[in-house]
């Protein structure tokens, strides 16, 4: 199936700073998100962007599906930030549903 | 519009059980997929259920088993319980006409099996 990689895996930033987290897909893709879960498990959509590029706030996302990869971007990190954020992919045209990346954990420090 | 719920929010089982859990969609959502999430194996699509009917199934034995009511309310069942049955399962729901598009999650039972 469809392999899903995420980095990094671990990610401490004081808060205001900017991270890039990135995402490489094995095959090419119908569907990309960007889920972020907080700390008590709840999985938040944050992005459907199987290409281009798209803004909401202080978070974008940029998906260049010639060269399978994904990047979201994060400005002026505060600590509700925190959690895992993960890339997710359809496998076979969804057939496999979403298959997701292990994640990056980001932890913003006050 | 209220959220995707699940109950039971917390489930303590022993191994060789069976367990139900349980998911009620945002109104008007008619798909349901299911996550298994573990700290080894990470999130894991374990099925959808479209209008009553499984419409994707991933790569788990057949201890797992789902159904969908004609209300889009969802269930899954696991039979038999094993101690790697221990997880965080999620239930997701999607609007008309999105796919797999724009899912939304609900907060998840989380199922200890000792």
């Known amino acids: 199936g469809i392999q899903v990689e995420q980095s990094p895996p671990d990610l401490i930033l004081q808060e205001g700073a900017n991270s890039t987290l990135r995402c490489n897909f094995s095959d090419s893709v119908n569907n990309l998100q960007w889920f972020h879960q907080n700390p008590w498990g709840q999985l938040i959509n944050l992005f459907y962007?199987?290409?281009g590029t798209k803004q909401n706030g202080r978070l974008s996302a940029t998906t260049v599906a010639t060269e399978r990869y994904s990047l979201l971007y994060i400005s002026s990190s505060q600590t509700t930030d925190s959690g895992v954020y993960f890339c997710?992919?359809?496998?076979?045209?969804?057939?496999?549903?979403?298959?997701f990346g292990k994640g990056t954990h980001l932890i913003i420090q006050p | 519009k209220a959220g995707v719920t699940q109950t039971p929010r917390y489930l303590i089982k022993t191994r060789g059980q069976q367990v139900t859990l349980s998911c009620s969609p945002i109104s008007g959502h008619r798909s349901v997929s299911w996550y298994q999430q573990t700290p080894g194996q990470g999130l894991q699509f374990l099925f959808e259920y479209f209008s009553e009917t499984q419409r994707n199934k991933g790569n788990f034995p057949g201890r797992f088993s789902g159904r969908q009511f004609s209300n889009s309310r969802s269930e899954m069942n696991v039979s038999t319980l094993e101690l790697g049955d221990s997880a965080l399962y999620l239930c997701?729901?999607?609007?008309?006409?999105?796919?797999?598009?724009?899912?939304?999650f609900g907060p998840g039972t989380r199922l200890l099996v000792l």
């Open positions: 962007i199987p290409s």
């Open positions: 997710a992919v359809d496998g076979r045209g969804g057939a496999d549903g979403l298959t």
């Open positions: 997701a729901s999607s609007p008309p006409g999105q796919g797999m598009k724009t899912q939304y």
